[in-house]
């Protein structure tokens, strides 16, 4: 008599295939840390990391609340509360957080059983008469002994001839009882020699490529420590990735209810190492699949966090352009261009006071304005990159690089023209 949990909340288009979940007699918990046996996307946090559990006690079903926030059945007001675990029943609605949910118990048709028949008295001398309807039927008594088996008891009983291999073909699979067994440094000369051919054949190179003096344990120990230093530098590259989105209120990675990836949400090196190496699929990508993304995610931030500073920076500094300032300090005073030298005293009251708003910060130490278009550009670009993977043009990808100017700035050429123009004394 399984548990049925369907979502009928509007997570139903995002879950999918996964917006209903069964649960048999080991129960299970429902929460949305990667701990609990149904995972939900919840980046507000209603919901805790375990919010409920299914228990399965004599036949029954019942919900308890573990949560801080709550778990509410039916239409009632108050939450279960901790220590207070209900019954279910078939349409019974829930309530945790956002999500809504009904109950399915499928109670199943019993089985209509005869009533058994009167027990008949079984005469003492029953085998007596067994063995003499056996010998005036004529039929022949199997040995109880001869028969050692299910092949035997069929042959016997059906009549089918058991087929004996030829004497060669069995004296060719038998091994040679005078063979010296391997010993222990051959065999594990043999398991180190299998394990570096698995390993290339990972790394797609051939092994005639290696070698032969190769130390293979050596070599698996190498590759060890690589995987955990570049896991070390994802993990912290993930981690600045992370921050500035934080600072630019950017939308953050969601945990979700499978196919996560254990390099961005797990807890630390290790963990993501360990599920790499031996974890189980379903809830997380596989191995590949997650390194892939990590790499591809990295490489489409670091070209969208360059193609938003030039974008921002080109944007905010057209704020500064002299012939608009010009334009907007007129409309201000709403005169026409002044030229003298006291109209031009107002023109730089007017700078300083506009100077002060341009350059507000707001998210974090940068310009409000220069912030703004930062993340409307880097959206874009995120954006961009993603539907051009999907199209498969991922020759079109990075097109930040053709925005780069190949040549490096003289920085003393640079002072001497400020000079030439006379304004070295103002640095």
């Known amino acids: 008599m399984p548990l049925q949990l369907q979502i009928v909340s ?10 209903t979940r069964v649960f048999g007699e080991d129960g299970g918990t429902i929460g949305r840390s990667l701990e609990s046996d149904w995972i939900l996307p919840d980046p507000q946090r209603y919901l805790s990391g375990k919010h409920a559990t299914i228990d399965y006690q004599s036949g029954t079903y019942y919900l308890a609340d573990v949560s801080t926030n709550g778990v509410y ?23 945790m957080g956002d999500f809504s949910f009904v109950v399915g118990l499928d109670e199943g048709q019993g089985l209509d059983m005869p009533p058994p028949e009167a027990m008949t008295v079984v ?5 007596q008469l067994v063995q003499e309807d056996i010998l005036k039927s004529g039929v022949q008594l199997l040995d109880e002994e001869a028969l050692t088996g299910d092949a035997e008891f069929e ?7 058991e087929e004996v291999p030829e004497e060669k073909d069995v004296q060719m699979n038998k091994p040679n009882p005078f063979a010296p067994p391997p010993s222990k440094e051959h065999q594990a000369a043999m398991n180190a020699a299998q394990l570096l051919d698995a390993f290339m054949k990972g790394l797609d190179i051939s092994r005639a490529e290696i070698h032969p003096s190769t130390d293979p344990l050596e070599v698996m120990e190498n590759a060890g420590r690589v995987l955990k230093e570049f896991v070390d530098g994802s993990t912290e590259l993930l981690a600045s990735r992370t921050a500035l989105k934080s600072m ?16 961005k949400i797990a807890e630390n090196t290790r963990d993501s190492m360990m599920q790499l190496l031996v974890g189980k699929e379903g809830e997380y990508l596989n191995p590949v699949d997650a390194v892939r993304e990590v790499c591809r995610d990295l490489k489409f931030h670091q070209d969208a966090v360059l193609e938003a500073m030039i974008n921002a920076f080109v944007e905010f500094a057209d ?15 709403k005169k026409k261009p002044l030229f003298n030298s006291l109209n031009q005293l107002k023109y730089w009251q007017l700078y300083c006071d506009l100077y002060p708003i341009m350059t507000q910060a707001g998210t974090g130490k940068l310009p409000h ?10 959206e874009k670009h995120i954006a961009e990159y993603q539907r051009l993977e999907r199209k498969g043009d991922s020759q079109k990808v990075s097109p930040v690089l053709d925005h780069i100017p190949q040549e490096s700035y003289d920085v003393e050429e640079l002072v001497d023209q400020t000079e030439e123009a006379g304004y070295g004394d103002q640095f």
């Open 10 to 19: 509007d997570h139903e288009d995002i879950l999918e295939e996964d917006c």
């Open 73 to 95: 059945l039916n239409d009632e007001e108050e939450p279960l509360g901790k220590g207070n675990p209900r019954r279910l029943f078939s349409g019974d609605r829930i309530r």
């Open 123 to 127: 005469p003492d001398h029953i085998e």
């Open 155 to 161: 042959s016997a009983l059906f009549g089918v001839k």
């Open 248 to 263: 630019f209120r950017l939308d953050q990675t969601t945990v979700m209810p499978r196919h996560n990836n254990p390099l």
């Open 319 to 333: 704020r500064f352009d002299p012939d608009e300032l010009q334009q907007n300090f007129d409309k201000t005073l």
């Open 369 to 378: 304005q220069f912030g703004e278009e930062f993340v409307r550009s880097y």
